[in-house]
């Protein structure tokens, strides 16, 4: 799905299709948002969908989406670099990889069916939550949030 798709359900599930409450620009705020905290949920479960690997040499730069290794490794982190401790080392890593926002109309989701409806609910919490106060009920949403993810993922406390 595409982000202007997404944008379109969220409308509908916040009752807004003509365009009345939420401009775009701030509904792909909390889209974005929404990506965000499931990057940070699916990564905290180790995800196995999340990981990525990488052939590894001396000083190799880290990529743009690197959040964590995925393992133990003979290297450390310097300079937003990977270092070896031996110069003529070479080997694949696996580290955990943050899922790409979206900034335009065209750009895709990058999550699965599943995992594109909890952006969707999620987004339009934020969004018919934006002018509350009250923090306890956003603390319960988020909590409510966290255990969707974790058990469409099969993953148990």
């Known amino acids: 799905m595409t982000l202007s798709e997404i944008r379109n359900l969220v409308r509908t599930r916040i009752k807004d299709d ?6 775009d620009d701030e509904l792909n705020r909390y889209i974005n948002d929404a990506i965000g905290f499931l990057n ?9 969908l999340m990981a990525k690997s990488l052939q590894v040499v001396d000083k190799t730069p880290i990529p743009s989406d690197f959040v964590r ?5 003979p290297l450390y982190i310097s300079d937003n ?10 080997f694949i890593i696996l ?15 990058p999550f699965s069916e599943t995992e594109t409806n ?6 339009a919490i934020y969004a018919l939550n934006r002018n509350e106060f009250a923090t306890e ?17 099969g993953v148990t406390q």
């Open 137 to 153: 009920q956003d603390e319960r949403l988020l909590n409510m949030l966290r255990q969707i993810v974790r058990t469409a993922k």
């Open 40 to 48: 940070a949920e699916l990564i905290s479960i180790n995800d196995p």
């Open 18 to 23: 003509i365009k009345l409450t939420y401009k």
């Open 95 to 109: 580290y955990f990889a943050a899922k790409p926002l979206v900034t335009n109309d065209n750009d895709t989701i």
């Open 69 to 73: 290794l995925a393992g133990q490794y």
């Open 118 to 123: 909890i952006i969707i609910q999620l987004a």
């Open 81 to 90: 670099l990977f270092h070896t401790y031996n110069p003529d080392d070479n």
